[in-house]
């Protein structure tokens, strides 16, 4: 972790942050969301910025008081996301994906407030850009860093968005159980990277991020050498 006494080794570098859930509206008053309480990306936002670097966290809805950092842009939908971290990202040395973006919105949000006129409602979804294959993509791309939240055969599909992806690094972890994962405030991990793999046991979000953003600092630097 950081000490007094040993400079921060991520000073003079910059990172940019998704966190929290994503918005989709089907209506003015309505929306598609999740369970995502933005609490292990603005702990990870804070346990960056403790290291040093400049933090600039892009963050769906989250009742959560952010931490203190370079900036803060707060967005409701996958697309702003998306709009909000392209703007930001390049000249950047770290992108974290900790963001829940819904994976589809509505493809025509009414207008009015939907009425319930029929028995049943059908509702068209369309596909919203993956942000961090996006980022992944770019052009003098940062050091990319994504999670993965997964029911079932965790490391395996981990694994593979590692690779589909062309990622650094993944953090998996379990969601929609028993054992942390979404809206919980403790959390166990399994990251991968290519050639390495390291598990982190259930534990509090806040330290769970301490301990990752030292993993990240380390593959980060290793990336470098
Ligand atoms: N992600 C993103 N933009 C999206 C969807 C996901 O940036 N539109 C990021 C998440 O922030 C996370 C990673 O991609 O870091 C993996 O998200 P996840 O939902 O686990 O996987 P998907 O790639 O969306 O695939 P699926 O939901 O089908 O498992
Ligand atoms: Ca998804």
């Known amino acids: 972790g950081p000490s007094p006494d040993r400079p921060a080794p991520l000073q003079g570098r910059c990172a940019l942050i998704t966190a929290g859930p994503t918005r989709e509206p089907l209506d003015p008053v309505r929306f598609i969301g999740n369970r995502s309480s933005g609490r292990m990306g603005y702990a990870l936002a804070a346990a960056l910025a403790a290291r040093g670097a400049e933090v600039t966290l892009v963050s769906g809805p989250s009742a959560l008081a952010p931490p203190a950092l370079a900036g803060l842009v707060r967005v409701e939908t996958a697309s702003q996301m998306a709009a909000a971290v392209m703007e930001r990202v390049a000249g950047c040395d770290l992108f974290v994906a900790t963001a829940a973006v819904a994976d589809y919105r509505p493809a025509a949000p009414a207008s009015d407030k939907i009425k319930k006129d029929a028995a049943e409602l059908t509702i068209r979804l369309v596909r919203n850009p993956d942000i961090l294959a996006q980022v992944a993509a770019s052009p003098?791309?940062?050091?990319?860093?994504?999670?993965?939240?997964?029911?079932?055969?965790?490391?395996?599909?981990a694994a593979a968005k590692l690779r589909a992806k062309g990622l650094d690094m993944i953090a998996a972890n379990r969601v929609g159980g028993e054992a942390g994962g979404?809206?919980?405030?403790?959390?166990?991990?399994?990251?991968?990277?290519?050639?390495?793999?390291?598990?982190?046991a259930l534990m509090p979000k806040t330290?769970?991020?301490?301990?990752?953003?030292?993993?990240?600092?380390e593959r980060y630097l290793a990336s470098l050498a």
């Open 140 to 157: 003098a791309r940062p050091f990319t860093v994504g999670f993965a939240a997964e029911t079932e055969r965790l490391e395996e599909h």
């Open 182 to 200: 979404f809206d919980a405030d403790d959390n166990a991990l399994v990251v991968l990277w290519p050639g390495g793999r390291r598990a982190f």
């Open 207 to 217: 330290r769970l991020a301490e301990q990752l953003a030292d993993l990240i600092v």
